[in-house]
């Protein structure tokens, strides 16, 4: 993707040009690709730091994670709704929607799911947000367009053992007191869990200081976030992330093509 | 967003205004240990112990401003209104926990100041925490106290706009939906953030359990930045938010100093326009014209440290001179154009007449306040304000130390001076000086008689202080400028109702005669007619710049801190809190 950021960077907006002329380099893109990179180029990804999580942990930490971001992304009235997790010592915010939250705790159990019928795979949930255009229907795209302006990467890693740091020790040591330092170890484990999952929501609070002008008018509504979708994927899907990226070529604005 | 169809502008300055009072809202509404619910009275005073999430509580206009809807918090709503008069200073929250020996006997012990602030409060204790700080730092009751947090919200007049917006691909200009939609992004991360700071632990610590008398967290508002001490501040890490741009059209002024200009954007109104007490008003243009408030909180660490880093990036913008400015400045601050091309240092000299002005870092500024207030409640017939000043005469010593504030802001001053310029008749007398810097002699005097005294923060009661100070702000423009659309917009604002709708008020007319009077003063009248009052504003510019280089001397330049350092910060709370625990167990 830091391609395609490089881009952006030199593919101002018609409007925005005129400060670019003075202070940056020329746009070295053609002009007829512009059109089709503008498309790409809004898409803002965020890639969030993996996280080893244990198979109790996850329900907690994807609902810290993604709540986290909708509440940036729900830009609609909100009455913040604080959640002290169980686990952690953090304390995430809600932005109190039932729905919004429904949907997320469903969108976990999926991914619970396929952990389980999948162990030993990196899994990575996608979050996207999307602007929906109607558009007349041609020959290659759907009716409605969906154009992806943000998406955010959380990657987890379950460990397949409770113990997964200690792995190889483990068969060939024997421990005097394994209670004491199985507790101190998995204490250990949690605290950099922890400080791993703080780092992740500071990751979030700044990509989304930094990047505000990617974001679509907010839309007439309360509460409810942006338009958005929650896809499920890992190590072993082919492309990794990149589906989603077909699917943004698929129903992109069909200028894009031409 | 409930703003009325009015000016650009205009909207963008209630966006401005509403994104302090938010900000500190949601500062101190996680930071302020909750009185018991008993002691939340009056109408604000919904106050309802969990997140309300459902609650049927009917949608407040406050509740609107950015789409987030927060508890109440008295401590913010009095602080803001507070804040609301000094005219976009920049808003520093200082978070502080309390030790106090563990026989404290807080009746007993207290100063009389805060007796007589208490009372004033009206509820009993309100915010005991809030200003227990006073007698906490004479430390005559032996409690010691330390800042956990910093956090400062300015709004920045900007640099180059060009290289501002060539950060951002879309905007050219950036329109106030656009502001505002950024800003509530802003306010959405702060409400995280707030969170996920060491200091939010301890909050919730003292929060739940009641009986720990031992440890408090205080806030304190003000509008200077005190350094901070030297542990406290190697102890800190800085974490900044990415500015909001709110306007780019124009080339930005080169300010370079957040904390001076601030104080440089308010200037300009008083100085050449015809409204000398239209702040606002003037300020309003300042916005619209470019002046790229940007606000910037910085949780924790040191302010000084994010101040020196803008500074820096102004002064690159530098070279770009307005196209504006050199008419203006050669019309009525001929001194001006100088300072503003090259001398950065001269520059504040220049506009200012007075020596406390001067580039030097020294430290005289602060006082103004305090002697304003004074003066104000002296001229004052309300009775609750006189409270007030008492309790800030409390405060005056603990701050003596600290009397040497490189940034202080001279602006501090100034504000309380133009107030007192309004009101009283003596003021006048100086309209020479008013001219140039309408507010600053007068404050100088007046200063140089009270005792230092750093912030206004606390508690004080808004309402007393908002009569008197405040409307006499507004009444100016209303009275003198004929810029209308502003005031409308102003006075539509949803979250400031209450600031509004006082035209009428003999103290308004009063203060219309005042104006009168200023506008016969031969040199104010110059400059009546609005073009020159939008130069102006940029002419202005160049005292912050001076004011940035003081910053940037005096600032010291923070190591970078890594994510390894925020551990050991954790640890040093998770410690923290472990002694809290112990010491609420003996307790």
Excluded at chain 1, 21 to 39: A, G, N
Aim: overall charge neutral.
């Amino acid at each position: 993707m830091t391609g395609f950021r490089y881009l952006k960077a030199y593919s101002p907006k018609t409007e925005g040009q005129v400060h670019y002329e003075t202070e940056q380099q020329p746009d070295p893109t053609p002009i007829c690709y512009r059109f089709l990179i503008r498309h790409i180029m809004n898409c803002e990804v965020c890639q969030l730091k993996e996280l080893d999580v244990e198979y109790f942990e996850i329900r907690e930490v994807l609902q810290c994670i993604l709540h986290t971001i909708f509440f940036h992304r729900a830009l609609g009235l909100v009455r913040p709704k604080d959640i002290d997790l169980q686990l952690f010592e953090i304390t995430y915010v809600q932005c109190g929607d039932a729905e919004l939250e429904k949907k997320v705790d469903e969108k976990i159990d999926q991914f619970i799911d396929k952990v389980e019928k999948h162990p030993n795979k990196k899994n990575q949930i996608c979050l996207s947000f999307f602007e929906v255009k109607n558009k007349q229907a041609t020959w290659f795209t759907h009716k409605v367009e969906h154009l992806y302006w943000e998406q955010w990467y959380i990657n987890i890693n379950v460990a397949q053992h409770p113990k997964p740091i200690s792995g190889k020790s483990h068969h060939s040591k024997l421990v005097l007191d394994p209670g004491e330092s199985a507790s101190e170890e998995r204490n250990a484990r949690r605290a950099t869990l922890e400080s791993s999952l703080h780092e992740v929501l500071f990751q979030i609070i700044k990509f989304v200081n930094e990047k505000k002008d990617h974001i679509p008018p907010i839309p007439n509504m309360e509460g409810v976030s942006f338009p958005y979708e929650i896809t499920i994927s890992s190590s072993s899907d082919s492309a990794f992330g990149m589906d989603m990226f077909k699917r943004m070529l698929q129903t992109g604005h069909p200028t894009m093509l031409s | 967003m409930a703003v009325n169809p009015h000016s650009e502008p205009a909207k963008m300055e209630q966006i401005i205004t509403e994104f302090f009072a938010k900000s500190l809202h949601i500062i101190l509404e996680s930071r302020c240990p909750y009185v018991s619910s008993r002691n939340y009275s009056g109408e604000q005073i919904l106050y309802s112990p969990s997140s309300s999430a459902s609650s049927s509580s009917s949608t407040r206009p406050r509740d609107k401003w950015f789409n987030l809807a927060l508890r109440d918090c008295p401590a913010a709503l009095e602080n803001i209104d507070f804040w609301r008069q000094s005219n976009l200073e920049p808003m520093v929250v200082d978070v502080v926990l309390v030790q106090r020996p563990l026989n404290w006997d807080y009746t007993s012990s207290s100063p009389n100041p805060r007796v007589a602030f208490e009372r004033n409060s009206s509820s009993k204790d309100r915010f005991p925490f809030v200003w227990k700080s006073d007698s906490d730092e004479f430390g005559s009751d032996g409690s010691t106290e330390k800042i956990i947090e910093r956090w400062v919200v300015q709004y920045e007049s900007k640099k180059g706009c060009k290289e501002a917006c060539s950060g951002s691909k879309r905007s050219s200009s950036t329109s106030s939906h656009a502001l505002y939609k950024k800003s509530i992004l802003l306010l959405r991360s702060l409400y995280v953030t707030v969170r996920l700071l060491p200091a939010y632990k301890i909050f919730r610590e003292i929060n739940s359990s009641g009986q720990i008398r031992s440890f408090n967290l205080i806030h304190r508002v003000s509008s200077s930045v005190e350094p901070l001490i030297r542990r406290d501040e190697a102890e800190m890490q800085q974490f900044m938010f990415t500015p909001v741009e709110t306007s780019c059209d124009y080339v930005g002024s080169p300010l370079a100093d957040p904390l001076k200009r601030l104080p440089s954007v308010p200037m300009p109104q008083y100085s050449p326009s015809s409204s000398p007490f239209g702040r606002r008003h003037s300020w309003s243009y300042d916005a619209n014209r470019a002046s790229p408030p940007s606000a910037l909180p910085s949780p924790s660490p040191s302010p000084t440290y994010s101040e020196s880093r803008t500074l820096h990036s102004k002064f690159g913008n530098h070279p770009h001179p307005h196209p504006h400015r050199p008419p203006t400045s050669s019309s009525r601050y001929p001194s001006l154009e100088i300072a503003q091309v090259h001398n950065k240092d001269m520059g504040y000299d220049e506009y200012v007449p007075s020596p406390n002005f001067s580039p030097s870092t020294s430290p005289s500024p602060p006082m103004y306040l305090q002697g304003s207030n004074m003066l104000k409640v002296l001229l004052r017939s309300d009775s609750a304000p006189v409270y007030i000043p008492t309790s800030r005469l409390g405060d005056a010593p603990l701050s003596s130390n600290k009397t040497v504030l490189p940034f202080s802001p001279p602006h501090k001053g100034t504000r309380p001076c133009l107030s007192l310029l309004e009101r009283s008749p003596s003021a006048l007398q100086g309209a020479k000086l008013l001219k140039e810097d309408h507010s600053k002699p007068s404050g100088v005097k007046i200063s140089s008689n009270s005792s230092p005294h750093k912030s206004f923060s606390r508690s004080c009661s808004r309402l007393s202080f908002e009569d008197s100070y405040d409307d006499s702000e507004f009444s100016g423009p209303f009275v003198v400028d004929d810029d209308e659309l502003i005031d409308h917009g102003i006075g539509s604002r949803p979250g400031s109702s209450d600031r509004s709708g006082n035209l009428g008020t003999p103290h308004e007319r009063a203060v219309g005669a005042l104006v009168q009077m200023l506008k016969k003063a031969p040199p104010l009248q110059q400059d009546l007619n609005r073009s020159h009052s939008q130069k102006q504003i940029q002419i202005q510019d160049p005292p912050p710049v001076a004011a940035s280089n003081m910053a940037a001397s005096s600032s010291r330049v923070s190591p970078v801190k890594t994510t390894s350092d925020a551990l050991e910060e954790l640890k040093v709370y998770m410690d923290m809190k472990q002694l809290l625990l112990r010491q609420s167990g003996k307790s």
